[in-house]
DNA sequence: TCAAGTTGTCTAGTATCATAGACAACTTGA
DNA sequence: TCAAGTTGTCTATGATACTAGACAACTTGA
């Protein structure tokens, strides 16, 4: 027999994450015996050898654990969180009772091309902060982010996001006491290897991108980012009046 | 040399990921010359003959054109989409220099479901007229649409679509003058042997699902809706005052 | 105790992935 | 016209992925 996808994924990787995706959404609870390593490679038409391969990745990502003589357990317990749209990632989170957190993946300088210019309102080449960060919901990353501050406005930005680990906070530090979104694009995109990294997803999973960004009250711009959100982690709701 | 990433995508699967990423935000625009096979190697630390074949599945999916002895270049370029509160699909592809078309796929009798019936302000098991249909710009599809209206306010509202070919005609037909979008809610999905076929996309490719309603001028609902938007061939545009 | 069912570990063969080099066919600009 | 740069096609080689079969080690329940 020869499957001959030629997707560019491998076997042994669909499985994996097919057998994650069972667990994350509920098919295969928390503490629960998995199918049979001859039964999984049965429904995926597949060698065992792959099967073993999968459920080896996935051990060692602590997802399942395999008890010889007996068989292999789920180790990880789903997690779901829903995200608005207009209020701040923070609120968003606290109010589904959960603990939002933000971690600093990298910051740096950058200057600004056009379409960053035009949103911040900014000349073509000014000086910016660029932050990446990683959101999360308890300990669940819901997107990775790419946000540019003017570096006149908000000198230093980047440390100061390392402190406080919150977008609201920072703006806060430099006297911004209200902000609101002035615009948004959307799209969505499959996870590529850093996506995948960053999000804690399985490859080829789909990501929603969005474009937005934040003016103050007086709408001036403040802040511009790109996110790519882990799509089946969250819903947009779009509310027009 | 010798990459050994072990993550159980292929090599050439990560470059064509990359590239199409590049193409997705912008780095390289519609009609662009993409770099030279021999650069794209370079940059990505890996063999010519492994970039041509991440270009290779890219030219299938028309994404990207390759003419010898000059170089490859981009094809693709997305739909701009703004969501806005008057939403119509025909002056958003005709702004856009593109000819709209709708096609009727299957228009048929449905009672209403818990969800369907808050939306629309119906009882439960009330009479629904269904109509699926794509949506063309050009001769590209754009989305397919589920839409549900009531049998009683719409009677025979599948034939009538049937020859209009367009939502806004239909609801003129019966004396709607005006509407406008009272919800929209976005998540995102891949694509599965249904809509593979019905928007021409390969399977596993991303498609954004809107859940919609439209409301008169009074806010009398009127249609309710479930579209899947192929992700590579539109952005929508979000304006929140 | 024992049989059935489970995971763990070998060997082996075939197909695909990725690299490497060479050259042909073609386009572009000087 | 010509040189430089581009994509297209061929051969070749080693590494990895996948399949296939057999058997060992262990757990469970009758």
Redesign the interface.
């Known amino acids: 027999m020869s499957m001959q996808e030629s997707?560019?994924?491998?076997l042994?990787?669909q499985v994996?994450d097919g057998i994650e995706r069972g667990i994350a959404d509920g098919r295969f609870a928390a503490g629960e015996k998995l199918p049979g390593e001859m039964e999984i490679a049965e429904t995926y038409r597949v060698n065992r050898h792959t099967v073993r391969r999968a459920l080896a990745?996935l051990a060692e990502r602590g997802l399942v654990r395999a008890e010889r003589g007996s068989g292999t357990y789920v180790e990880a317990q789903r997690l779901a969180y829903p995200l608005r749209?207009?209020t701040r990632f923070s609120e968003i989170v606290g109010a589904g009772g959960h603990e939002p957190r933000g971690q600093l993946i990298e910051a740096g300088e950058d200057t600004a091309n056009r379409?960053i210019a035009r949103e911040l309102g900014l000349k073509i080449g000014a000086p910016l902060i660029r932050i990446e960060a990683v959101r999360l919901a308890d300990r669940t990353p819901i997107c990775v982010s790419t946000t540019w501050l003017s570096a006149e406005r908000f000198p230093d930005a980047g440390n100061v996001f390392a402190n406080v680990h919150s977008m609201t906070k920072l703006l806060g530090h430099y006297g911004v006491k209200d902000y609101?979104?002035?615009?948004?694009?959307?799209?969505?995109?499959?996870a590529?290897?850093t996506d995948a990294a960053r999000l804690d997803l399985p490859?080829?999973?789909?990501?929603?991108?969005v474009d937005a960004t934040d003016v103050d009250m007086l709408d001036q711009p403040l802040v511009t980012k790109?996110s790519r959100f882990a799509?089946e982690r969250?819903?947009?709701?779009?509310?027009?009046?």
Chains 1, 2 share one sequence.
């Open positions: 997707s560019g994924v491998a042994w990787r994996a990745a749209s207009r379409e609101h979104r002035a615009s948004t694009r959307i799209t969505a995109a499959i590529d290897a490859l080829g999973r789909p990501v929603l991108v790109r799509a969250v819903e947009f709701l779009v509310e027009n009046g």
